[in-house]
């Protein structure tokens, strides 16, 4: 299956960290991407992971282990702007070809 | 700005009647994708293409139909729209490896 589960709804407070982890199932596993959602916009690109590890890029940080379908994003110095869904998503080649298929998202509240 | 355009970028239409999304881009690329996004069920993949008149389906592709007769325009069309189809239409192309998507066409069919 592709089943990929990441938490509904997360707060945190402003200048903390936060991690938003992702759980995935897939049967051709080809990356993990993590996109950030303001309300009534589109979804931005944050992050690629394709192999085991950290990726880090300013104030966001990726995590991979394939071998456990686990992914995060680590969100540092939160900011009121922060306050976004975060969508986990997987390229799984042997169901969708090169499209993701997306979780359902984390809400992710940042308060003063 | 990875310039991807959609029209309309909102649709209020009747029960039963055909309806067209355009999605347009300027960069060249091969792979281009349809996403519908509802409340509590995420981002899902309606139909992609992989080049011109190459398309395949995806998770929500019934009552769906796409055309891709140019590198640069790929087309979603409800043949006969139901009140089901509300929801927010997004297209997105690929680049290297991520993808990037377009703003959106909100459809409502009443």
């Known amino acids: 299956g592709q089943n990929i589960d990441q938490p509904t709804e997360m707060t945190a407070t402003e200048g903390a960290i936060v991690q938003i982890n992702c759980t995935y199932q897939?049967?051709?596993?080809?990356?993990l991407f993590w996109y950030q959602q303001h309300a009534g916009e589109a979804p931005t690109f944050l992050s690629y992971?394709?192999?085991?590890g950290l990726e880090e890029k300013g104030r966001f940080s990726s995590f991979l282990s394939r071998s456990k379908g686990y992914s995060y994003l680590l969100l540092k110095e939160l900011q009121m702007k922060d306050s976004a869904s975060y969508l986990c998503?997987?390229?799984?080649?042997?169901?969708?070809?090169?499209?993701?298929?997306f979780g359902k998202g984390t809400t992710l509240s940042v308060s003063s | 700005d990875a310039g991807i355009t959609q029209s309309p970028r909102h649709k209020v239409t009747e029960t039963g009647t055909p309806v067209t999304l355009r999605c347009h881009q300027t960069?060249?690329?091969?792979?281009m994708y349809w996403y519908r996004q509802d409340p509590g069920h995420g981002l899902r993949l309606i139909h992609y293409?992989?080049?011109?008149?190459?398309?395949d389906k995806g998770e929500v592709s019934d009552g769906y139909s796409v055309s891709r007769s140019k590198t640069e325009d790929f087309l979603l069309t409800l043949e006969s729209a139901t009140s089901s189809q509300t929801s927010v239409y997004f297209c997105?192309?690929?680049?290297?490896?991520?993808?990037?998507f377009g703003p959106g066409t909100r459809l409502t069919v009443l």
């Open positions: 992971n394709v192999l085991d």
């Open positions: 293409s992989y080049g011109v008149k190459d398309t």
């Open positions: 960069e060249n690329h091969r792979y």
């Open positions: 897939t049967s051709g596993f080809n990356g």
């Open positions: 997105a192309i690929r680049g290297d490896n991520e993808q990037f």
């Open positions: 998503a997987v390229r799984d080649l042997v169901v969708a070809g090169t499209a993701l298929i």
